[in-house]
């Protein structure tokens, strides 16, 4: 399979993503493809929790949310990006506020002008398959041992994986209010509703 058998032959006009990189990062395209998607259908989240944590200047949660971005940016290939965001990752951990001012404002309009330019993945949606229930409990098993242990890495594998599936209508809600708390860092939150839902 190639970008022309895939339908994302437009992906050679977004200049700032190097196909190749993603795709030997990700192993296949299957699997390049969903974190195609999981960057387009989460970015306009992660800027916004981002300057949250900015204004808040609460600069320990602000590299926890950074870390993502930069994760985000790397498995799809676009280079520059992920360099922009581990620097400005760093410069949370260091709390090298001006750093960080003189450049995130940058940082996110090019991180949000990536998301916009991956639109069309919106036509390449198939109907999603149903999550069988074995693999919905071992969602919630993982999400809560990542939980424990605050594995911020972990949870965003397992809630962009159930993204690719057709939730049972009584755990969609769920699922997005356990997004929402992940974004915010509220591990408490987390686990209290994980340990509801079991």
């Not at 200047?57 to 990006?81: C, F, N, P, Q």
């Not at 410069?91 to 001012?101: L, M, P, Q, T, Y």
């Not at 594998?157 to 599936?165: A, C, T």
């Amino acid at each position: 399979m190639g970008l022309e058998d895939s339908g994302l032959l437009w992906l050679k006009d977004v200049d700032s993503i190097n196909t190749e990189v993603g795709l030997n990062t990700c192993g296949d395209w299957d699997s390049y493809i969903s974190a195609l998607k999981i960057f387009y259908t989460t970015y306009e989240d992660k800027i916004s929790e981002i300057k949250e944590q900015y204004e808040q200047e609460d600069w320990e949660t602000y590299a926890v949310r950074m870390h993502g971005m930069k994760s985000a940016a790397r498995v799809i290939g676009a280079e520059d990006l992920f360099e922009k965001a581990r620097l400005l990752e760093m410069a949370g951990k260091e709390k090298d506020v001006s750093f960080i001012r003189n450049r995130i404002d940058g940082f996110l309009e090019d991180y949000k002008r990536l998301g916009e330019q991956l639109a069309p993945l919106e036509k390449n949606e198939k109907e999603l398959p149903p999550v069988s229930e074995d693999m919905l409990q071992d969602a919630y098993q993982t999400l809560l041992e990542a939980v424990d242990a605050e594995d911020s890495d972990l949870c965003e594998i397992v809630l962009m994986e159930m993204k690719n599936y057709t939730l049972p209508e009584r755990d969609t809600p769920v699922f997005r209010e356990l997004y929402k708390k992940y974004l915010s860092v509220d591990w408490e939150g987390m686990r209290d509703l994980i340990c509801q839902e079991r």
